[in-house]
Each structure stands twice: as structure tokens, then as C-alpha cells.
């Protein structure tokens, strides 16, 4: 055996040894409630602009996030490492209170405050239940592209769990808001639940590409299945 195939043998099977989840951190999904009863609607003080900005953020993520969820039960039957599944299993949870979170946050905060959502959350809804959809436009996709679609999806999943990841860094380091005088709870509240959730989303990010990795590996043979991590 030549020196060039030993080598392409070890990498393969360093490749299929590879773990899905190598953080040892565990997700602990936390439920979330604000009180936005005392948080102005410009809560970062003479920066109107900035505010809306920023609150405009609660009105994308309910649905998002909801179809975070829909998308990672589908992808479960293809995860066999046991701590990416629990990571998964864990991130669903976590997704799913976050979006309430948000919710909460269109219908206590924004339309108390007699801002007009409806017309912009019928869009979100649009872009996730029928753009997005497992039958985009209502066109059944053919079985054979079907987990094609799949993957393509978790990738703008983890496309955004970067962003987010950025978000909520600049969130919990910048100190121009404290300087400005932020309402905390709107500070908190507005980037992904910053309150429980930022720190975690920078791992975030690997799971959601492990996730992707091992949906798109499952057309390998069951004994590389196996170790798709």
C-alpha cells in the first residue's frame, strides 16, 4: 500500500470519527418573562431611530424560531451522536420559549403602544409557512430532493445563529447604551433574549453546522452514519 492511499485511509476515517457536538457545555432552556410596563417605546433615550431599529428585531423571531423548531424535528431521525442530539433536543426547547419571549413582546410592548404589527408579521408568516415551507408555494418537492431541502434550510439556520451570535456580543460589551441610559429591559430583551441565551448562541453556531453535516452524510453507508459527528 502506497504512502498517498494509507493517508487517504486515515483521513477518511478520522473523518467519520469526528464528534458532532464537541462543546461540553449543555444548554439550559430557561423560561423568560419581561415586564414591559416601565420601558418608553424610544427606550434608548434621544435615539428613536435606533430603538425601532432594534425593536423591529421582535417581530421577525417569533416565526423564525417556531420554524427553528419544525425544521430541527425533522432533522433528528439523521443525528446519532447522542450529545448532539441532546443539544438539539435542548436548542428546540430553548427556541420555542424564545419565540413566546418575542411574542410577548409584539403583543405587551409594541402594540400597547399602538404600534401597528399585524401587516408586517403576515409577511414573516409568508416567508416561513409558504416560501420557506416543506412545500414551497404549495409545490410538494420530488422524495429524491427532499433532504436536499432539508439541509439547505438548516443552513440559513446556522447563517443566522452567526448573526445572532454577533448581536448578542455586541449587546452584552458595548457600554454606549449604558452611557445613553437604555431601558434594561429593552436593552435585555431586544436581541435574541439576550438575558439567558447570547452567550450560548456563539456555540450555537458549531451545533447547527454539525446538525447539517450529519443530515447530508445519512446518504453514506449505516456504518458511517454511525459516526457522523
Known amino acids: 500500500m502506497t504512502d498517498r492511499k494509507q493517508m487517504a485511509q486515515t483521513g477518511f476515517r478520522k473523518l467519520f470519527k469526528r464528534k458532532g457536538s464537541t462543546t461540553?457545555?449543555?444548554?439550559?432552556?430557561?423560561?423568560?418573562?419581561?415586564?414591559?410596563?416601565?420601558?418608553?417605546?424610544?427606550?434608548?433615550?434621544?435615539?428613536p431611530f435606533a430603538s425601532h431599529f432594534?425593536?423591529?428585531?421582535n417581530l421577525l423571531l417569533p416565526a423564525g424560531e417556531f420554524w427553528f423548531c419544525r425544521l430541527y424535528n425533522q432533522a433528528m431521525p439523521y443525528i446519532t451522536d447522542d450529545k448532539l442530539r441532546e443539544d438539539v433536543q435542548?436548542?428546540?426547547?430553548?427556541?420555542?420559549?424564545h419565540a413566546r419571549a418575542h411574542?410577548?413582546?409584539?403583543e405587551e410592548y409594541?402594540?400597547?403602544?399602538?404600534?401597528?404589527?399585524?401587516?408586517?408579521?403576515?409577511?414573516?408568516?409568508w416567508l416561513f409557512e409558504t416560501l420557506l415551507a416543506d412545500e414551497p408555494f404549495g409545490v410538494k418537492v420530488p422524495k429524491l430532493l427532499q433532504k436536499r431541502w432539508l439541509v439547505f434550510r438548516l443552513g440559513i439556520i446556522a447563517a443566522v445563529e452567526h448573526m445572532t451570535c454577533v448581536l448578542?456580543?455586541?449587546?452584552?460589551?458595548?457600554?454606549?447604551?449604558?452611557?445613553?441610559?437604555?431601558?434594561?429591559?429593552?436593552?435585555m430583551a431586544k436581541i435574541p433574549c439576550v438575558a439567558v441565551a447570547a452567550a450560548r448562541r456563539c456555540c450555537s453556531c458549531s451545533r447547527m453546522r454539525a446538525i447539517s453535516s450529519c443530515v447530508t452524510s445519512s446518504k453514506l453507508p449505516a456504518s458511517a452514519l454511525k459516526n457522523c459527528r
Open 54 to 57: 432594534i425593536n423591529e428585531i
Open 90 to 97: 435542548a436548542f428546540i426547547r430553548q427556541e420555542a420559549m
Open 103 to 106: 411574542g410577548g413582546a409584539v
Open 24 to 47: 461540553p457545555h449543555h444548554i439550559e432552556p430557561r423560561r423568560v418573562e419581561f415586564d414591559w410596563s416601565n420601558t418608553p417605546l424610544d427606550w434608548i433615550p434621544d435615539q
Open 110 to 125: 409594541l402594540n400597547q403602544k399602538g404600534i401597528e404589527t399585524a401587516s408586517y408579521t403576515k409577511k414573516e408568516d
Open 168 to 187: 448578542g456580543n455586541y449587546v452584552l460589551e458595548n457600554k454606549s447604551w449604558d452611557e445613553a441610559g437604555a431601558d434594561e429591559v429593552g436593552r
